[in-house]
Structures are given as structure tokens and as C-alpha cells.
């Protein structure tokens, strides 16, 4: 039982291209979500999604876009990078809707020059 | 806008002593209160949820939740330099959502 993964765990973008993050989960949840932690921010909700097949918006989706591509994976898609979104990418699982507990992935640190 | 407020710290405690962590939350509808810690480099790790008023306690760790108040505390009993990070307070924000605090940074000194 892995609990929820993330690929890549570093990545490095030029201004202008385009990058999937990849995240999964084992644990048969129904809601999964996107954050970024930046420094003095916190973490910060970008999307998420309650079941296969829907998403919703944060509270900073701009540039971003989602795939909930079945129950266990949920993508995050960065069309045209730019610097503003070098930080730290967070997947996380929700445990149950009666507990809202939810769970990480290891993160990746993206950084864009 | 739901926030949650948190002393941002550095808070610093000798070893053996006790650390407290406060937060506070603005959404009075908020049921459900969860304290996540984060090891530098690494991701926040869920290590209580307090859904009632009162205490509830962990091994060393006591969550306190007073929602007329609207305020939730950490308290580590017996603190180790293992305790050292960032402890991040979470609220549900409506629905499925967490609203997150910007984390208080812990130190524990030898």
C-alpha cells in the first residue's frame, strides 16, 4: 500500500513549456486535490476533484488545468509555465467524507527559469 | 473568505518541555480541526483530528478545540528534538476543503 505518489519528485522548466504532474492513490478515495506551498503562503488550493470524472477550482487555479483520469489518478497540467509557479507541488486523498482527514504525496519541487 | 491564523513562530522549548501551538479559524460553521506536521523538505503528515469540543490526546500530543471561541491548540507533552517542524492548523473549509494555516515552526533544543 503505497498511499498517494507523485512523479517527478524535481523538475526544472524553461519560460513557456509544458509539464504533467502525476499523482495516485491506493487507497480506493473518492476526492483528491492539487496544492502549492510556497514560502510565507502556506499551502494553497489549486484544484480538486470529488469523483472520477469532476473538477473544481481553488483558490488559485490560473494557468493550471486537471485530469481526474480515473478513481486512483488525478494530473495537474502547467501549459505555458512561468516563473510564478516555481514552488512545491502537493497531491492529497481525502479518507473518507465523514472525516475529511486527507492525505499527502511526497510533493514535487518544481522550479521554472 | 474562510482563514485560519496561526503564530507564525519561531517558537522555541528546551527538551522535556512542553510546546503549545495555537490557531485560530474565522468560519463558526467549521466542524472538523486537524493538526498536519511538516519535516522540512518533506510533505505535511496528519497526526490529530479534533471534531468535539474539549481535549483529545495522543500519546504526547493533546488537541484542544473550543469552537464558541473558535480556537484550536496543539499541546506536545515531554517535547524531542524529533518534535522539531512546522505544525500546520486545518479547518474545514465547506464541503470537501481544508483551509490551511502558514504553519508555526517548532525548534526543539538539546
Known amino acids: 500500500n503505497a498511499g498517494v505518489t507523485q512523479t517527478p519528485k524535481f523538475q526544472v522548466l524553461k519560460t513557456g513549456q509544458s509539464m504533467t504532474l502525476q499523482c495516485a492513490q491506493d487507497?480506493?478515495?473518492?476526492?483528491m486535490y492539487w496544492y502549492r506551498q510556497d514560502p510565507g503562503m502556506g499551502l494553497r488550493l489549486i484544484y480538486y476533484?470529488?469523483?472520477?470524472?469532476?473538477?473544481d477550482k481553488g483558490e488559485v487555479p490560473n494557468g493550471y488545468n486537471v485530469s481526474r483520469l480515473n478513481k486512483r489518478e488525478f494530473s495537474l497540467r502547467l501549459e505555458s509555465a512561468a516563473p510564478s509557479q516555481t514552488s512545491v507541488y502537493f497531491c492529497?486523498?481525502?479518507?473518507?467524507?465523514?472525516?475529511?482527514?486527507?492525505?499527502f504525496g511526497p510533493g514535487t519541487r518544481l522550479t521554472v527559469t | 473568505q474562510k482563514e485560519v491564523e496561526q503564530n507564525s513562530g519561531p517558537l522555541s522549548v528546551p527538551e522535556g518541555a512542553i510546546a503549545s501551538l495555537n490557531c485560530t479559524y474565522s468560519?463558526?460553521?467549521?466542524?472538523?480541526f486537524f493538526w498536519y506536521r511538516q519535516y522540512s523538505g518533506k510533505s505535511p503528515e496528519l497526526i490529530m483530528s479534533?471534531?468535539?469540543?474539549g481535549d483529545k490526546e495522543d500519546g504526547r500530543f493533546t488537541a484542544q478545540l473550543n469552537k464558541a471561541s473558535q480556537y484550536v491548540s496543539l499541546l506536545i507533552r515531554d517535547s524531542q528534538p524529533s518534535d522539531s517542524a512546522t505544525y500546520l492548523c486545518?479547518?474545514?473549509?465547506?464541503?470537501?476543503?481544508?483551509?490551511f494555516g502558514k504553519g508555526t515552526k517548532l525548534t526543539v533544543n538539546p
Open positions: 492529497a486523498s481525502l479518507g473518507g467524507q465523514s472525516t475529511y482527514e486527507q492525505y
Open positions: 487507497m480506493n478515495h473518492n476526492s
Open positions: 476533484s470529488a469523483s472520477e470524472g469532476t473538477t
Open positions: 468560519d463558526r460553521g467549521s466542524q472538523s
Open positions: 479534533i471534531y468535539s469540543n
Open positions: 486545518a479547518v474545514q473549509g465547506g464541503s470537501e476543503k481544508l483551509v
